[in-house]
Each structure stands twice: as structure tokens, then as C-alpha cells.
């Protein structure tokens, strides 16, 4: 630590009281004991335990006016670690941790020190943008240089195990195989790409076949971002990799093929869904990640609001019938019924779930891996969990008539019943269970409470701004409806919709918040929030459902009972500072 002037100490002093690490009594027995013991107070308060460097970092830089980044959980790529030699981020204690706009990222120990910061650039050959990091923190970046070289030979700290391997006192001739390929360069380059993967959040990655190589992409909050490029040559030995660890057949290139297996990252387990199709240039691989851990989530927290969150919590409180959630793949029907299953579980009843996967581990929740191979299907499956008792059914996916009309024929005898089916709105639910040859009756009398949801990326707040005329418009053509129309109206309003201080719709121009780029999410946006529209099916719906309606005709049956579209709801949650209007627009169509 350098030595820092009386006026400085004085200050960073004052900002560990005011931050609440220490009462000023207990810094003043502190300074008396570091003078005992012949040390710098601050250097004794480390050495002590009473704060961490982390701490000690941030408050220095809140005093010099610096900005300040914590390094403890930054995984920075190989092509940005290559911009500056270990050597010299060892001497400078510094090292590059991203790009923001045109800038390159650096932390440093000492990011005042004006002629390092000059040298550094003249060195990489472009501006950077100096953030202040502990010492700890810049170390545990520095020993990524060795970690996330995967043409350097990397030692990762993953622990792959093949999901039912088979465990035998003697090794046999295919454990020796198995070892061979474990201590191979292609295996270290797996374990290197599944390590990012895993700690930058990623919900999928696509190793994509090329001409002349193979590019790994990474899916993080719901957008695609390449992450890196292969030579051809590693093409066949690690997607031979990938079959192995998922019991494939390693000799089958012609059709696709489908398995798991299971990683162990910081003693977490991660399942991964395998996916590998043949394409013109070989074979593409897709690995979906699925945390095995226990998921608290609730409703609220996902982004449920108003009257929305009402309406599915009046439903959860029914004894029986349906609650189904639409939406495309990756959209969180699954985390929803999740948090629902939540929200009602007590030792009262008995939780019955039909998964494919099962993607989280619920406490006191009994659920089944389908398993099509043997004849475990959602319609199998749900004849036999109707035999033990079940207060509540969860089945992962309608997928047929079949498993329709059981479902169905729970929620008439009693159960309460969650699932999911692949349509573009709420509004296209039921529809779709009258094109499985599901009276139209039986839907009315069932159905309680349909969900459509898409996921946006939750922005990182920035800078507000007034909405340009192009965004006044389109706030106004679609929540101009809904918004108050005068000041007395904003409570209740509010109040009925979850969002506090709405602004009018008379408006000329509405209050937005801008992405703010950090150098852990250079998008300016982390993490991903709900976005849902939810009706109830009433008497009016219900008599609208037996005259087999389209989607349309069902679409303004809810809004007219005053359902909040996806977009509305995205549109809200923007002028609410959560997320961007241009980030809505993305995921959510104009007729949502």
C-alpha cells in the first residue's frame, strides 16, 4: 500500500465510519493498538480483520474521486489478457479487464498515478480508462493469464463427471480410454470453455462448425456473444469429447443425437442438455446449463406486478384446476411455475412434478425426470401420478392430445394443475388446446388463469434522459391508455398496476434511464426480469371459449377486461427505470 498524505488518511478514516465498517470509538481503540504494535493504522486494520482490502480499495477510491471496480468475481477473456503482457501488469499492478465504448478497461492498484496511466496506454496503443482495484482482487486476475489460455495448455477447475457412469473395482478398457481423453489439450480447452460459461452466467453455448474453423459462442441474458475461434483441426476431437462425456455414439455423424452430463464448478453442480445436429460443415453442438441448485425465487422478485401477481396468486389459492404458461424456449415458463410451486408449498399438501429436465431441486417437492427412452412420457407419467394422491400437479409440457386431456381430466377431478405450452402470447393458449381436440367445454370449465411471458435484460442504470419523440410516441400509443390522466389518479393507478410514481400520459416527454457500461457487463445491461401478461378466465371468456374463438378474438376479450400486454408491461417497466424501451421493443411484438 502506498503512503498516503495525513489529509488522505484523515479522509479514508472518516469514509469507514461513515460506510458503517467502524463506529468511531472502535477506531480510535484501533489506532491506539496500531500504535502499540508500531504499524500504520490502516495497514493494522487489514492485518486485524477488521476490514478487507476490497474495503480498504473502495474507500480510497471514494476519496480520490476514482471509479472503482471489485475484481472478485471478473472473468476476463484471453483476447483482452493478451492486450497487456503479465509482465508489465505485475510490475503496475494493473491489468485490462474490458472495453467501454472506445476505452479499454484497466484496474490498477494505483489507478491516480498519472504517468503509469500514460505509459499503459502508450504500451497497448489506445486510451484506457483506469478503475481503481484492490491488490487481492488484481492478483486473482493476474493468475487468469495461466487459467484462460486455451492454446497454452490450461489447468481448469472443473470436475466433469459422465452422468451414469458406471463405477467397477477394476479398470476396464474403456476407463483407460476415459482417463487418456481426460489428460488430453481438447479436454483442458472443454473444462477452459465450460469454466466461462459458467461464471459469466451464460445460459447456453454453441460450438458452430465452419469452413476453416469452429467458433464458440456463448448465450448470456438471452443474447448471443462470441467468445472465441478454433482452428478446424480441434473440430473432431472435442465435439468427440462432448459424446463421450454424454454416453453418445462417437462414430455417428449423420443424425442428430440428444444426452447430459454433469459439471462441478466451486462445488456447484451444473447439468448440461447436449444437443448435436449435422450441418454442412460438420456437426454443431449446443449445451444448455442447468443449475442443480435449490432455487428460492419468488414471484415478485421475477417481475410479476399489480394486478398480474393478483390474479396468479387468486389462482394458486384455488383447490383445483388449471394455471398454464406460454411462451417460446428460454422465456422462464419453467422458473415460473417454479416460484409458484414456491409460493403454495407446506407440508400440507403433496407436490407432484413431470419434468424434462428437472432443471432445479425443490425441498418436500417430488419430481419425476421423464425419461421417453423407457416410456416414462408426460402422458405415462401423469397416469400414474394421478394414483399417488396429489394435491398439485406440475407437467413440465403439453406436447400432445394425449397428455391434454389427462391434464385436463386432473384439474376436473380435484387437482390444481401448472403447465406449460409453446404459443406466441397468452392469448394463443387456448387455441392451442382446442387444435389437441380439447372440448371447448371442458377448456372454459378448467382453465383458471393463463400467463404469456418473454425475458428482457435488466438494465444497469446510467443516466436519465427525456424520451425522443419517437419513444413519446410509442410510450403514448401503448400505455397512453393505462397511464394516469391526472394527478389524483397516480396513486390508484399505481397502486393497481405495482409501479410507483407513474408519470401522466398527458406528457410531452417521459423520464428514461440510459445503459450504464461497467467492466463486468460492458452492454450496460445484467441479468433478466419477466415481462407478463395474465387473464383469468371469467364468465365472459368462458362463454366466448364454446364458440371456438381465434387468437384475436381472445387477445381483445382480455384487454377489454383489462389485461396488461407484454409490451405494456415492458413499456412500465421502463419508465420505472428497470429496463430500456429499446430492450421492450426486442423481445416484445407490437401486438403484445
Known amino acids: 500500500m502506498s503512503i498516503l498524505s495525513p489529509e488522505t488518511q484523515v479522509k479514508v478514516e472518516e469514509t469507514l465510519v461513515s460506510?458503517?465498517?467502524?463506529?468511531?470509538?472502535?477506531?480510535?481503540?484501533?489506532?491506539?493498538?496500531?500504535?502499540?504494535?508500531?504499524?500504520?493504522?490502516?495497514?493494522?486494520?487489514?492485518?486485524?480483520?477488521?476490514?478487507?482490502?476490497?474495503?480498504?480499495?473502495?474507500a480510497l477510491a471514494e476519496v480520490n474521486s476514482l471509479p472503482y471496480v471489485n475484481l472478485s468475481s471478473i472473468h476476463v477473456n484471453e483476447k483482452t489478457l493478451s492486450l497487456l503482457p503479465k509482465d508489465i501488469g505485475q510490475q503496475y499492478m494493473a491489468v485490462p479487464i474490458g472495453e467501454m465504448q472506445n476505452y479499454l478497461v484497466v484496474a490498477m492498484l494505483d489507478a491516480d498515478n498519472l504517468q503509469a496511466v500514460d505509459f499503459l496506454s502508450s504500451k497497448i496503443g489506445r486510451p484506457i480508462k483506469a478503475y481503481a482495484a484492490s491488490e487481492s482482487g488484481i492478483r486473482r486476475v493476474l493468475e487468469q493469464y495461466g487459467k484462460l489460455g486455451l492454446q497454452h495448455g490450461l489447468t481448469s477447475m472443473l470436475e466433469i463427471e459422465p452422468t451414469g457412469a458406471a463405477k467397477t473395482e477394476k479398470p476396464t478398457s474403456a476407463d483407460k480410454v476415459q482417463t487418456i481423453v481426460q489428460d488430453s489439450p481438447i479436454s483442458r480447452a472443454l473444462n477452459a470453455i465450460m469454466e466461462y460459461a459458467v461464471n459469466n452466467n451464460a445460459s447456453d453455448v454453441h460450438v458452430e462448425s465452419l469452413e476453416h474453423e469452429l467458433k464458440i459462442r456463448c448465450r448470456v441474458d438471452g443474447v448471443m456473444r462470441e467468445i472465441m475461434r478454433l482452428p478446424k483441426n480441434t473440430e473432431a476431437p472435442l465435439v468427440s469429447r462432448i459424446k463421450i462425456l454424454s454416453n453418445l455414439k462417437i462414430d455417428e455423424h449423420r443424425i442428430p443425437q440428444d444426452g447430459q452430463f454433469t459439471i462441478k464448478v466451486a462445488g456447484k453442480e451444473i447439468d448440461l442438455r447436449i444437443a448435436i445436429s449435422p450441418v454442412v460443415w460438420g456437426e454443431q453442438v449446443v449445451l444448455r446449463l442447468l443449475d442443480k441448485s435449490d432455487t428460492a425465487l419468488q414471484l415478485d422478485e421475477m417481475g410479476y406486478n399489480g394486478r398480474a401477481l393478483r390474479m396468479v396468486k387468486k389462482a394458486?389459492?384455488?383447490?383445483?384446476?388449471?394455471?398454464?404458461?406460454?411462451?417460446?424456449?428460454?422465456?422462464g415458463k419453467t422458473t415460473s411455475m417454479y416460484a409458484m410451486i414456491q409460493t403454495i408449498k407446506n407440508d400440507t399438501i403433496n407436490i407432484v412434478t413431470l419434468e424434462d429436465p428437472v432443471e432445479y431441486k425443490i425441498e418436500g417437492v417430488n419430481q419425476i425426470q421423464i425419461n421417453p427412452d423407457i416410456g416414462l412420457t408426460f402422458a405415462s407419467g401423469l397416469r400414474s401420478v394421478l394414483r399417488q394422491d396429489p394435491d398439485v400437479v406440475m407437467v413440465g409440457e403439453i406436447r400432445d392430445k394425449e397428455a391434454a386431456n389427462l391434464a385436463v381430466q386432473a384439474a376436473l377431478t380435484g387437482h390444481l394443475v401448472f403447465s406449460t405450452l409453446h404459443t406466441n402470447s397468452a392469448a394463443g393458449i387456448l387455441p392451442r388446446l382446442l387444435d389437441m381436440a380439447i372440448e371447448p367445454f371442458l377448456i372454459a370449465s378448467t382453465v383458471r388463469t393463463v400467463i404469456g411471458q418473454r425475458l428482457v435484460r435488466k438494465v444497469i442504470p446510467g443516466d436519465a434522459y427525456q424520451s425522443s419523440p419517437a419513444e413519446t410516441l410509442a410510450i403514448k400509443n401503448t400505455i397512453g391508455t393505462i397511464l394516469p390522466k391526472s394527478p389524483a389518479e397516480v396513486a390508484k393507478i399505481g397502486a393497481d398496476l405495482g409501479y410507483q410514481n407513474l408519470p401522466l400520459a398527458t406528457q410531452n416527454a417521459y423520464t428514461l434511464v440510459k445503459p450504464k457500461p461497467t467492466p463486468d457487463s460492458p452492454t450496460g445491461y445484467k441479468g433478466r426480469m419477466g415481462l407478463y401478461e395474465v387473464f383469468e378466465v371469467t364468465e365472459a371468456m368462458q362463454e366466448v371459449i364454446v364458440k371456438r374463438p381465434t387468437t384475436t378474438m381472445i387477445h381483445k376479450?382480455?384487454?377489454?377486461?383489462?389485461?396488461?400486454?407484454?409490451?405494456?408491461?415492458?413499456?412500465?417497466?421502463?419508465?420505472?427505470?428497470?429496463?430500456?424501451?429499446?430492450?421492450?421493443n426486442r423481445v416484445a411484438s407490437a401486438d403484445s
Do not use: C, F, N, W
Not at 321 to 331: A, D, E, H, K, V
Not at 558 to 581: H, R
Open 557 to 584: 376479450v382480455a384487454q377489454s377486461q383489462g389485461m396488461i400486454t407484454m409490451k405494456q408491461d415492458g413499456y412500465l417497466k421502463a419508465l420505472a427505470g428497470l429496463t430500456t424501451v429499446m430492450e421492450v
Open 19 to 58: 460506510d458503517g465498517l467502524l463506529t468511531q470509538p472502535e477506531l480510535e481503540q484501533l489506532k491506539d493498538k496500531a500504535a502499540r504494535a508500531k504499524q500504520p493504522i490502516l495497514a493494522y486494520l487489514i492485518d486485524s480483520g477488521r476490514i478487507t482490502d476490497e474495503q480498504l480499495a473502495k
Open 316 to 331: 394458486l389459492a384455488q383447490p383445483h384446476g388449471m394455471i398454464l404458461t406460454s411462451g417460446p424456449t428460454g422465456s
